[in-house]
């Protein structure tokens, strides 16, 4: 009988579909399968073909897999402008509370209360958001202008927002804010670089 014909067992006919699978159990035992349905003993498919260890998604030619530094500005001007109302809103009730215990509860310090809360909030969801909104601006000129990314424009960018914020006060309020930039800017990249330098100086002491 030909192996091969329509309905018999052999691995080339459709028979195969309703037999056990060429593959044995201990070349099946090492594949990974995390994420997936265990797959039927009676399929004839090999699951290594099946198993993605590639990204899911397709980018651009040229294109980087992480989002630069247009794509964060939205989200660090909104999460500024959001985290300065938040603290302007705790700071307004803590301000509110201080001026009027001396009087009862009633609705005229409701309404101190309430109207301090509003002020600080917006206030500092002004200020927060301005000093996001520059420094985006400048970080995302920096990274044109210099066809790199890397922590020299964080550090550049920050330190140019606090020089500019602070342009009204005059030279010292300009070199103040610039150091303040700076200072936040570095301690930021620092942070962000923190495990690489753990990483590096373990390294090195193995030898």
């Known amino acids: 009988m030909d192996n091969n014909a329509p309905g ?5 006919g459709l028979g195969s579909l309703f037999v056990g699978s060429e593959y044995s159990n201990t070349e ?14 009676y399929l004839n ?3 290594r073909y099946l198993v993605q260890d590639t990204d899911e998604f397709i980018l651009p030619t040229g294109a980087s897999k992480t989002r630069g530094r ?7 001007i909104g999460g500024s402008c ?6 302007g809103t705790v700071n307004g009730l803590r301000m509110g509370l201080k001026e009027t215990r001396e009087m009862g509860w009633t609705k005229p310090r409701n309404v101190q209360i309430l109207n301090m809360v509003t002020r600080q909030g917006a206030s500092w969801a ?17 990274e044109k202008a210099r ?14 927002t606090g020089m500019l914020f602070k342009s009204t006060g005059g030279l ?18 620092l942070y962000s670089n923190w495990d690489h330098i753990r990483g590096g100086s373990s390294s090195s002491n193995l030898y």
Request: proline share 5%; aromatic share 8%; net charge negative.
């Open 82 to 87: 959001i985290t300065g109302a938040a603290f």
């Open 45 to 47: 498919v090999d699951p």
């Open 126 to 142: 002004n200020t927060l958001g301005s000093v996001a909104l520059l420094y985006s601006i400048f970080g995302v000129a920096i």
């Open 70 to 76: 247009f794509e964060l500005a939205f989200f660090t």
């Open 172 to 189: 010292k309020g300009v070199a103040r804010g610039g150091l303040v930039g700076l200072a936040m800017s570095g301690a930021y990249a």
């Open 147 to 160: 066809g790199a990314e890397d922590d020299i424009n964080t550090m550049a960018a920050g330190t140019l």
């Open 8 to 12: 018999s067992g052999g691995k080339g």
């Open 28 to 41: 099946l035992a090492g594949v990974p399968l995390t994420g997936m349905s265990p797959l039927s003993p």
